[in-house]
């Protein structure tokens, strides 16, 4: 007899594809005659290791394991297949059926149970219904992942092509196992960009742990990270579990990763390698189903260069590398997350909402001129502080230079420097001695109109509103400057 039983259309059955585990001919030829006619692709295998095999080698929608196989029991196979695979279904057959039996088989992670001689209608109607059932829940997993790809970034905000890319890659590797390394300046949301991948990811059910490498005494570390068992040191009082145990099935995310003492990255190569790893002051292995995420805004290969970072870790750590850009190679993302930030702190605040709910907040032009000229040494994070400021101090919807921060204000010229005799200073920016020539020549005109901003304004050819606004932002004090003026006169 063939070891392979295919329905007609290929190898694949639109029906489903079946694998039937059992060591009599007999039972093989039948099952496969029955179900092969039904239109299932119908695989056997006579012994517990060629059934294994075949999983191995090929995906099934379902499988008939006898209970009494050559090599092993149908039970103990079951609960070895169970280990590998949670979701296909498993039908259970035996010619010794008993309560007791089948109670045993539905713990191991059977399906269902049939006993020898079985009902082919009932059989038949049974596998139908299960296949329908499990590709039904698939397509569910399916249409849910998808959306969660779609819409699970809305702290990521960003329309800029350097964004574009980042998110692109985020949606192919999230649904994969691989180890991916997040690189960026301090403050461009790496780990935003984590949390997008776990929740995108099969794991999203699962825990997301993240552990700031950098801010953690070694010794602490690597107890939090694997957890001790009572007594394992002074003040150990209690048996503890580590991160990764925590995170089995889900995610860990390292960030600082590049500040991990040697010792503690020979633990982590070694989790990487072989899944596994001791508490401390135990003697037992602990095995986890972790995924590795890790971020640094350091340049690891420059750290293995200079013998501060292992090689064969870094790696297994840079399988998938995301590089995030610094806000000042975006800068036509900052309105979008002006926006956002104002959404998010006017609703915190309870201010400026509309009816919506949405911020009634905004910079005016002159303000966002500023922040899309500023250099943003602080990315992202930077940003955001400053919008939470504008909220916070804000006095009406639009919102003017006067809230924005002082280093925001030198760096843009709008805050001029000066020293005790009034002069700029050595080191004053360009900026600066561009504004402080702009506010004497407007100082001059306004003197020699009277102190009249629409006869200045017409001397200077430029609309009496830029003039202004110029004032405003200059810090000159026309109104006093001229009832000065006219006290001079009148003395």
């Known amino acids: ?32 005659d029955l179900l092969g006619l039904e239109g299932y692709a119908v695989d056997v295998a006579d012994s517990a290791a060629e059934g294994l095999q075949k999983l191995e080698s090929a995906p099934y929608d379902l499988l008939l394991l006898d209970l009494m196989l050559p090599d092993r029991s149908g039970l103990e196979l079951l609960r070895e297949i169970r280990k590998r695979d949670q979701e296909t279904p498993i039908f259970l057959i035996t ?31 049974e596998i139908e219904r299960m296949i329908a059932k499990r590709r039904l829940e698939h397509e569910n997993i399916q249409l849910k992942r998808a959306l969660k790809q779609r819409y699970s970034f809305p702290n990521i905000v960003g329309k800029s092509e350097q964004m574009v890319r980042v998110l692109d890659l985020v949606t192919q590797v999230a649904p994969t196992r691989s180890t991916v390394l997040i690189t960026g300046e301090t403050g461009t949301g790496k780990e ?89 002051g135990s003697n037992e292995v602990i095995r986890v189903d972790v995924r590795i995420l890790a971020a640094t805004n350091a340049d690891l290969k420059k750290l293995v260069e200079e013998g501060k970072f292992r090689e064969d870790l870094y790696y297994r750590l840079n399988v998938i590398n995301i590089c995030l850009p610094p806000l000042r190679e975006r800068k036509e993302d900052i309105p979008l997350l002006v926006e956002h930030f104002f959404d998010k702190y006017c609703r915190e605040n309870e201010k400026f909402l509309g009816p919506d709910g949405r911020s009634l907040l905004r910079f005016d ?5 500023i922040l899309k000229e500023h250099s943003w040494p602080g990315n992202v994070r930077e940003l955001e502080n400053v919008v939470e400021r504008a909220v916070v101090l804000a006095s009406s919807p639009v919102v003017s230079v006067e809230v924005l921060p002082d280093h925001l204000l030198h760096a843009s010229g709008l805050r001029i420097r000066r020293d005790e005799s009034g002069r700029l200073p050595p080191d004053a920016s360009l900026f600066e001695m561009v504004a402080d020539y702009e506010r004497n020549l407007i100082l001059r005109y306004l003197e ?37 003026a006219r006290a001079e006169r009148g003395a």
């Open 1 to 32: 007899m063939p070891d392979t039983m295919v329905a007609a259309g290929g190898a694949r059955s639109a029906k489903g594809r079946i694998l039937v585990v059992d060591d009599e001919a007999d039972i093989r030829e039948s099952l496969s």
């Open 95 to 125: 010619a010794y059926g008993s309560t007791r039996v089948a109670v045993e088989a539905m713990k191991a992670g059977a399906n269902d149970f049939f006993e020898k001689p079985w009902n082919n209608e009932k059989l038949l109607v």
């Open 192 to 280: 935003l960009i984590a949390k997008a991948i776990h929740a995108a990811s099969p794991r999203a059910d699962h825990m997301f742990v993240a552990v700031n490498s950098g801010s953690l005494p070694p010794e602490l570390l690597e107890s939090m990270l694997f957890g001790h068992v009572k007594g394992a040191y002074t003040g150990a009082v209690a048996s503890r579990k580590g991160y990764f145990e925590i995170a089995d099935k889900g995610t860990i995310f390292f960030d600082e990763i590049g500040t991990l003492t040697p010792e503690t990255q020979v633990k982590l190569l070694r989790v990487i390698q072989e899944k596994e790893f001791m508490p401390l």
């Open 365 to 369: 032009a002159e303000a966002m001129q």
């Open 448 to 484: 020699e109109a009277g102190w009249s901003q629409t006869e200045a304004a017409e001397r200077l050819r430029v609309p009496l509103s830029t003039l202004n606004q110029k004032i405003k932002r200059l810090n000159i004090e026309v109104r006093r400057r001229s009832e000065l």
